[in-house]
């Protein structure tokens, strides 16, 4: 299964949809996950799967805001393509 590690910018509307299913009131602190990058930078992030890939969505205030105060079927992509921060696969 692929991982992937991506920032709220690049969350296309099926993700956000998938984002609005798993934490339909939003994302608490026991959701979110948190790890260091290979910088040493910790990130905090909360976990969607598709049948695919497992992604983890870089938490920010924009992210909590847009799931509290926006429908799934009013969000537009910030961006066209999905362009990841880190992608790694894991066997499992």
């Given at each position: 299964?692929?991982?992937a590690i991506i920032d709220y910018k690049k969350v296309t509307p099926e993700l956000f949809q998938?984002?609005?299913?798993?934490?339909?009131?939003?994302?608490?602190?026991?959701?979110?996950?948190?790890?260091?990058?290979?910088?040493?930078?910790?990130?905090?992030?909360?976990?969607?799967?598709?049948?695919?890939?497992?992604?983890?969505?870089?938490?920010?205030?924009?992210?909590?805001?847009?799931?509290?105060?926006?429908?799934?079927?009013?969000?537009?992509?910030?961006?066209?393509?999905?362009?990841?921060?880190?992608?790694?696969?894991?066997?499992?």
């Amino acid at each position: 299964m692929r991982k992937a590690i991506i920032d709220y910018k690049k969350v296309t509307p099926e993700l956000f949809q998938l984002l609005q299913e798993r934490y339909p009131g939003g994302y608490s602190d026991k959701d979110i996950i948190k790890f260091d990058d290979h910088r040493n930078n910790t990130i905090e992030a909360v976990e969607i799967r598709t049948d695919d890939t497992i992604y983890l969505v870089k938490v920010s205030s924009k992210l909590h805001y847009t799931m509290v105060n926006v429908d799934a079927d009013d969000f537009e992509e910030i961006a066209p393509d999905e362009t990841f921060i880190n992608d790694f696969s894991e066997e499992e």
